[in-house]
């Protein structure tokens, strides 16, 4: 009986590393905190707990039709794996522009089906493991929409892990990071050309 019940043991603790592990490399869908989206909390936990954080660095705006770069890091002190998830939404909830990867062998794209939201994650090789305290980060742009332009917002995710092969001891963080929709003309008028063009209107 005892003997059985070892086996048991044994086998659920090498189940739960290998989700783990099988995760860690191709993290499901719909986990940026997004409207109607849960977050990584529900395996991970520790939620937005003091001492760590993911930040996105961005532009605050955006014209029609124009591509910038994104770059997304997690940080927290003693933890030496990582992972994020982000998705671009606009007013309305819904998805907005396109995602296009830059470092296809650390991050991945996936479309989910119904909800057409495109999410930008780590692969395998992108949750860096054994890097202490702060990731490595990673990179992509997006493509802005080219219809009149509206604030969108991108609801991100970072995990910062601590390597075991569980979730276990492991950290879940959350931010928004909003980028306001301007035409043309007016990001013109914000050029030092676009002052001198004004002195003769």
């Not at 520790?46 to 039709?65: E, I, K």
């Not at 927290?76 to 982000?86: D, H, L, M, N, Y």
């Not at 062998?105 to 989910?112: E, K, P």
């Not at 970072?158 to 950290?171: C, H, K, L, P, R």
Request: with cysteine.
């Amino acid at each position: 009986m005892l003997r059985t019940l070892g086996i048991i043991i044994v086998l659920a603790v090498v189940g739960a590393a290998t989700i783990g592990f099988a995760r860690s490399g191709n993290p499901p869908d719909a986990r940026t905190g997004a409207p109607g989206e849960s977050t990584c909390a529900g395996c991970h936990g520790n939620l937005n707990v003091g001492g760590g954080s993911v930040t996105v660095t961005a532009p605050d705006s955006f014209t029609p039709g124009d591509t910038v770069d994104v770059f997304v890091q997690v940080e927290r002190a003693g933890q030496s794996r990582w992972g994020f998830e982000v998705t671009v939404l606009d007013g309305a909830d819904q998805p907005a522009g396109d995602i296009i990867l830059t470092e296809p062998a650390r991050t991945q794209l996936s479309v989910a089906g119904g909800t057409g939201r495109q999410y930008v994650k780590q692969t395998s090789l992108g949750t860096d493991p054994g890097t202490p305290n702060l990731s490595p980060g990673w990179g992509f742009r997006w493509a802005s929409p080219v219809s009149t332009p509206g604030a969108v917002s991108f609801y991100i995710v970072g995990i910062a892990a601590n390597g075991n092969g569980g979730t276990s001891g492991d950290y879940t963080y959350t931010d928004v990071h909003v980028m306001d929709g301007v035409s043309a003309s007016i990001e013109e008028d914000r050029t030092t050309w676009g002052k001198v063009k004004a002195l003769f209107r």
